[in-house]
């Protein structure tokens, strides 16, 4: 894989935790316990998709400007959006759509909840 940085960058983010859910083979990367992030991995564990979440006006913007960009890969394909790990889009993009997933997932929950998360106190 490419972005070799991107468990480091995605844990260093406040609230971020990681799991491996085992039926999909996913390292899942959530927020307040939902998923924003996922590094999809084959039978040899080998990563072949990272998939994030974007608005959908600029998911399919980005889905037309490259190739590796494609609908989500086992998710729905309105908001969700997948990108080979091997692929030619470019590192600082990649950080700029991992850091949208991120503040969209984080968006969705209340302001109580959204100060709790990024304090550290969520439980």
């Known amino acids: 894989m ?14 971020v935790t990681k799991d491996l ?11 307040g316990g939902k998923m924003f992030a996922a ?6 564990d080998e990563p072949y998709y990272i998939t994030l979440k974007l608005e959908p ?6 889905r ?19 990108i080979k790990p091997d692929g030619e889009v470019p ?7 991992l850091d949208k997933s991120y503040q969209l ?4 929950f209340s302001k109580k909840k959204q100060r709790e998360i990024l304090a550290g106190e969520e439980l």
């Open 39 to 44: 590094v999809c991995l084959d039978d040899d």
């Open 21 to 31: 859910q085992k039926d999909w083979n996913w390292i899942r990367y959530q927020i």
């Open 105 to 108: 997932v984080l968006g969705g």
């Open 91 to 97: 590192d600082d993009l990649l950080k700029d759509l």
């Open 57 to 62: 006006s600029e998911g399919d913007f980005l």
């Open 64 to 82: 037309q400007q490259y190739e590796d960009i494609i609908p989500g890969y086992y998710m729905n394909k309105v908001h969700w959006n997948s």
């Open 2 to 15: 490419r972005y070799t940085w991107i468990d480091e960058y995605l844990l260093c983010k406040p609230g």
